[in-house]
């Protein structure tokens, strides 16, 4: 039988060909639309059509009609794909997002540093400043220039190490120490302004910590160039704006 295996927020679900139940098929399209699973949807959505079809007509109306159908759907699924729709990120149920695992092999837009020597020896966010942004959301900046609902982006933090180098003197990156991040999402933030919500992650919890406006959001709010996010800092999101 052939297994296949689909991420769902917030559980991974397997989806074995034959011995879906019709309860279970409908239940899972509805997860699939909502999490814009284009793909899971579009599969599970021609299952039922071939359902529909094998029960009403002949088996002469499917050979003429299914493959059309599969074909359109597939279409629209790798437009889809293609331009970037698919979403990040898994999380809870109090939509705190789950410590990102791939993030590096996003897209890379920056990093800032803060170093404590500058900085009374003590810099608000130690000291480099790894900036990530989701690929799905990255094309759709490209595309608009804006920041769309679903918006991932990881500050990976990493201490000064040596200050000398064969390139000459200044600040090498040392060791890595933990992330935050800023999640842009309408649905799950309705309240917070810009939808955005930020994200404090300790070592030993599995997923990060939605943070008081004051603590983050205000700052972001005051002082970043474009809708919370530091673009004047970011040379790689602006050569890409259209
Ligand atoms: C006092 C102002 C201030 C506060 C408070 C602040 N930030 Fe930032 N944040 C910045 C600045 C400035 C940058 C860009 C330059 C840098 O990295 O130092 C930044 C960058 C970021 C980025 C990368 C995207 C971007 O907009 O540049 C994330 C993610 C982020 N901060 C999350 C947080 C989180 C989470 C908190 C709260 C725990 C927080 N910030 C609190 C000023 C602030």
Redesign the pocket.
Known sequence: MRILEFEINPVKIRYYRKRLSLTHSICLTKMALENKQLELFSMLFINHLKGLIMSKFKKALLCSIAPMLVVGMIGVTTQAVASGERLYGRFTKDNELYTPRDYREWVF??S???PNDMNDGAA??PEF?N?YIDPGSYAHWKKTGEFRSGTI???ELASVGTKEAPSGHGYFQGEYGGI???VKDAKRYPDKPGNWA???FSADSRHGAI?EES??????Q???AQD????Q??PVLRAAKP
């Open positions: 837009i920056g800032n540093v803060t608000a966010f400043h900036v982006i990881v500050k935050a991040a800023m930020y994200l404090g943070q603590a983050c959001s205000a700052c972001h005051q002082s970043a919370q996010v530091f673009t800092f970011y």
